[in-house]
């Protein structure tokens, strides 16, 4: 191919053609991937997020379950207790909804 302006505009052809057909394969790629639960946080664990807010600070896991244990949070495939989600942790002193958030959504697979 020759050197001049219209080869390299038929070579920018191809190259803007071969970025169209990447981008497509990954998007294809891609539409198997399993779209997030949820994006907010505060939806995934509902009203006790808002009752998380407003608990004194400090507490401990044996407090946040007999204060809230009942409370459903919404995990991949359902609800589950948070007594249930805490179960597994010892017992652990928190300083903030932020820190029991934290805690919460990671045992629970954000």
């Known amino acids: 191919m020759a ?3 219209q080869g390299r505009d038929e070579q920018a ?3 803007e053609n071969r970025q169209r057909e990447r981008e497509l394969e990954e998007a294809k790629a891609r539409g198997d991937e399993k779209e ?3 994006d907010d946080e505060s939806v995934r664990l509902g009203d ?3 009752a998380l807010k407003s608990h004194d600070y400090p507490t401990t896991t044996t407090e946040l379950v007999e204060a809230y244990g009942d409370y459903e949070l919404e995990i991949q495939g359902g609800k589950k207790p ?3 989600v805490l179960s597994s942790t010892d017992d652990q002193t928190y300083d903030s909804a932020e820190d029991v958030r934290r805690r919460i959504l ?3 697979g954000r």
């Open 106 to 108: 990671g045992l629970i």
């Open 82 to 84: 948070l007594e249930e």
């Open 3 to 5: 050197d001049d302006k």
């Open 48 to 50: 006790l997020d808002e």
């Open 36 to 38: 997030p639960l949820f």
């Open 13 to 15: 052809d191809r190259e």
